[in-house]
T-cell receptor, first 111, second 117 residues
Framework: DTAVSQTPKYLVTQMGNDKSIKCEQN?????MYWYKQDSKKFLKIMFS???????INETVPNRFSPKSPDKAHLNLHINSLELGDSAVYFC??????????FGPGTRLTVT | AQTVTQSQPEMSVQEAETVTLSCTYD???????LFWYKQPPSRQMILVIR??????QNATENRFSVNFQKAAKSFSLKISDSQLGDTAMYFC??????????????FGQGTTLQVKP
């Protein structure tokens, strides 16, 4: 059984397009996250939701909008994609003790 | 603000030997968690080990153990009997715990470990 799943795993698109990445967890966790891993492998938090409520919103361009329809889902929509948005995006969920469970990642390539 | 530093960008070890990855962090918090995550070439992020700051005993998980030095703000990972499957990028991470905790996990820059046959 997949604990945290993301779709798609690969996304290639052109500048200016709008795209979404979906994430679902079946672990029953209340908190979900989006992380960005850049070309140097540096991981940085973008957003976190706790039971559908936005908790963390780092300094991310407002072209990025998370949406949590329920506590098992956290989707990421990106408007007007730019070259610098190319990265791997990870969804994760966590227990109260901080253990984070990551999805397989979505490699976004903007051309 | 908390920071996590991994000063070794790359390391290598012979299969079956022991290797230690270094991590230091900076915080004024007294309650927190520390983690090591592994990212193999498949890019899946996998939790290796977790340490609670209030516990003096070092965490262990099979061949993986940590040396947690709270006063020195050091949290190194020791991998014993290294296996080819341990080849991966290893990330040290910090998370504040207790009241006011937002769950924000702060990662170090990562250390690429190659296990050689």
């Amino acid at each position: 059984d997949t604990a945290v799943s993301q779709t798609p795993k690969y996304l290639v698109t052109q500048m200016g397009n709008d795209k979404s990445i979906k994430c679902e967890q079946n672990l029953g966790h209340d908190t979900m996250y989006w992380y960005k891993q850049d070309s140097k492998k540096f991981l940085k938090i973008m957003f976190s939701y706790n039971n559908k409520e936005l908790i963390i919103n780092e300094t991310v361009p407002n072209r990025f909008s998370p949406k949590s329809p329920d506590k098992a889902h956290l989707n990421l929509h990106i408007n007007s994609l730019e070259l610098g948005d190319s990265a791997v995006y990870f969804c994760a969920s966590s227990q109260v003790d901080g253990r984070r469970y990551f999805g397989p990642g979505t490699r976004l390539t903007v051309t | 603000a908390q920071t996590v530093t991994q000063s070794q960008p790359e390391m290598s070890v012979q299969e079956a030997e022991t290797v230690t990855l270094s991590c230091t962090y900076d915080t004024s918090e007294s309650n927190y968690y520390l983690f090591w995550y592994k990212q193999p070439p498949s890019r899946q992020m996998i939790l290796v080990i977790r340490q609670e700051a209030y516990k003096q005993q070092n965490a262990t998980e099979n061949r993986f153990s940590v040396n947690f030095q709270k006063a020195a703000k050091s949290f190194s990972l020791k991998i014993s009997d290294s296996q080819l499957g341990d080849t991966a990028m290893y990330f040290c991470a910090f998370m504040k715990s207790g009241s006011g905790n937002t769950g924000k996990l702060i990662f170090g820059q990562g250390t690429t470990l190659q296990v050689k046959p």
